[in-house]
């Protein structure tokens, strides 16, 4: 065991290493934030994590695919044309971060109506954590630090202005969220 944990903490397999601490802590927000929901009653919103974090990472790995094909067809490196490469991926990068945000205030609003300000207050709490969490998912694809030095701050001010303004993320997003 101790062999098999030296071979993943090595410089090699850093990116495996990023995808499975991504996994394991979308997996334990999820059993955290349904412990904190159940005696709130409001259980099916862990479900709805749980089914929109599932969908996020198929999301997250045909994009992945999508924007390596779409690199490669136009031959974008990051030794040739940096700029096209980076921005390329930062689009990506903060665009799914952008739709995880939404999903999350979408979810919370539609469980936080008709009951207490704690039990919205906790829910809130719970969608705003959940795009913590989807930023790991994110970027232990992108990993660089101009990634994760803007998708932060965006899903996070994202999830805010979308849970203030629900019509916004139904606008933004609306139409991909009536597919599932």
Not at 59 to 68: C, D, E, S
Not at 71 to 90: C, H, K, P, V, W
Not at 155 to 174: E, K, Y
Request: proline share 2%; with cysteine.
């Amino acid at each position: 065991m101790d062999a098999l944990i030296q071979w993943l903490v090595h410089d090699d397999q850093k990116d495996l290493f990023e995808f499975l601490v991504a996994l394991a802590l979308n997996l334990v927000f999820l059993a955290l934030s349904a412990l904190l929901l159940w005696p709130l009653d409001k259980l099916a919103l862990a479900w709805s994590m749980a089914k929109g974090y599932a969908l996020l990472w198929i999301v997250i790995f045909v994009t992945a695919v999508l924007l390596h094909t779409f690199q490669q067809f136009f031959r974008m490196n990051i030794y040739d044309r940096a700029n096209a490469y980076i921005g390329s991926a930062l689009a990506v990068c903060c665009l799914l971060q952008f739709g995880w945000a939404a999903f999350a205030a979408l979810s919370v609003q539609s469980f936080a109506s008709g009951g207490s300000i704690w039990t919205g207050v906790i829910l809130y709490l719970v969608g705003g954590l959940s795009c913590l969490s989807a930023f790991f998912a994110v970027t232990s694809f992108y990993q660089g630090a101009v990634y994760k030095l803007t998708s932060l701050p965006l899903a996070l001010v994202s999830f805010l202005v979308f849970s203030l303004w629900p019509n916004v993320a139904r606008l933004a997003f609306g139409w991909f969220f009536q597919f599932f």
